[in-house]
């Protein structure tokens, strides 16, 4: 039986599990490559967080790249695969909106977590983890009271995130020796 923690993992989806691709989007399946360490991190993740839920701006919907019927294709294949491997994800929230219009959901509005938490009355942000590698990732979880963690990359700029690290991987050594003590 799952321990029950109190907390929430929020992760973004791209550059965080899977390759970004830089100046496109993951369109189809056979684009969505997991990063190192996410299968066997999502897998720990189980007992430490009562839920696992992924936010991601998918604006190539909006701009006619590809559909949502793609996206939840690539998000049901991707959950798929986390399952057999050990982990979960409780929920998927995406918008698809364009960066310039004005919208509820686009991270760094909050829209996304507040639906989460309708979904999931028992999430307390302030017991809730920001998983990004984005400026507007952690100014999400920030807007929502949250801790928050930069995923940082070969040329990512430093945000003002609570924590950054390299992956997965790390996160869970830093969630486990520092945010839970």
Excluded at 17 to 27: A, D, E, T
Excluded at 70 to 88: E, F, M, T, V
Excluded at 122 to 135: Q, R
Excluded at 169 to 178: A, D, L, P, S, W
Aim: charged content about 25%.
């Amino acid at each position: 039986m799952k321990k029950k923690s109190g907390w929430t993992l929020f992760l973004d989806r791209d550059g965080v599990l899977n390759h970004r691709i830089s100046g496109n989007y993951v369109k189809h399946w056979n684009e969505f490559k997991f990063l190192p360490n996410v299968l066997t991190s999502l897998k720990l993740f189980n007992n430490l967080f009562d839920h696992i839920i992924i936010v991601t701006n998918q604006q190539g919907i909006a701009k006619g790249l590809m559909t949502l019927e793609d996206l939840n294709r690539i998000h049901s294949k991707a959950r798929k695969i986390i399952r057999k491997h050990g982990g979960r994800i409780d929920k998927i929230y995406s918008c698809i909106e364009l960066a310039n219009a004005a919208n509820y959901c686009r991270k760094p509005a909050m829209g996304m977590g507040l639906d989460a938490k309708k979904d999931f009355p028992a999430i307390d942000f302030n017991k809730s983890v920001m998983v990004g590698d984005s400026a507007s990732d952690i100014e999400f979880g920030k807007n929502l009271g949250m801790k928050t963690i930069q995923i940082l990359h070969l040329d990512s700029p430093l945000y003002p995130a609570d924590f950054s690290c390299r992956d997965l991987k790390e996160f869970y050594r830093i969630f486990v020796h520092r945010i839970l003590d």
